[in-house]
């Protein structure tokens, strides 16, 4: 059974503190992992896909990497708009979406 | 360009009350999902599809039930609402590609309560 699991549950750090995510998984046939932000009454927004073990992906102070058992969303010199539930998923050959239960980012001023 | 469209976007429903939550997606996708998301909590996949006439069990399917008629509408049917039921309801779709590696397009959610 597909399943992934993020941690910590929650993060509280100071604006410009860097941390990381992680995301550990278990699937069968990995099509995509998926990094997603979500705010607070609203959907899901796509940040990142990663598809093999190596890759990395970079959208401004974010940086997504994978390896064949976890992956980690880096959070380089955060702002307090940074703040947000972060999503992991992944997609198996079943082609179900399966999410982590999210890590909650809190940026203080 | 409207993407995935649910309604309602609020409804509060009595125990034992049935409804159907609606979902389209304009974008031609094969790949449809269900969520549902409680408090603090992460999203949990309550049925997907992946084309017309194909549906299958997520994590949590007790209780609801789906079908897809068509590649753009793809409803979910609450029967006998439980106060279990209260949570936020999310519709995804993806593309299909060769690679499989493409991201969803999430709608707006459904804030369902039952009391």
């Known amino acids: 059974e597909d399943q992934v699991t993020q941690s910590p549950e929650a993060l509280r750090l100071q604006e410009g503190e860097s941390s990381s995510l992680n995301c550990s998984y278990t699937v069968s046939g990995l099509r995509g992992l998926f990094w997603y932000r979500q705010d607070p009454g609203k959907g899901p927004e796509f940040l990142f896909t990663l598809y093999s073990a190596g890759e990395e992906k970079e959208k401004e102070r974010l940086k997504a990497t994978l390896t064949k058992k976890e992956s980690f969303l880096h959070i380089t010199a955060p702002k307090p708009e940074d703040s947000a539930t972060y999503l992991c998923a992944v997609r198996g050959g079943a082609q179900k979406l399966v999410f982590g239960q999210g890590t909650r980012l809190t940026i203080n001023p | 360009n409207a993407g995935v469209t649910q309604t309602p976007k609020f409804r509060i429903l009595k125990i034992g009350q049935s409804m159907t939550l609606q979902c389209t997606q304009d974008?031609?996708?094969?790949?449809m999902y269900w969520y549902r998301q409680d408090p603090g909590m992460g999203l949990k996949l309550i049925y997907y599809s992946v084309g017309a006439g194909i549906t299958d069990k997520g994590e949590v399917p007790n209780g609801y039930n789906v079908s897809r008629s068509t590649t753009e509408d793809f409803p979910l049917r609450l029967e006998l609402a439980a106060p279990s039921q209260t949570s936020v309801y999310f519709c995804a779709s993806t593309p299909y590609s060769g690679g499989g590696n493409t991201e969803a397009f999430f709608g707006q959610g459904t804030r369902l309560t039952v009391v």
């Open positions: 974008m031609n996708h094969n790949y």
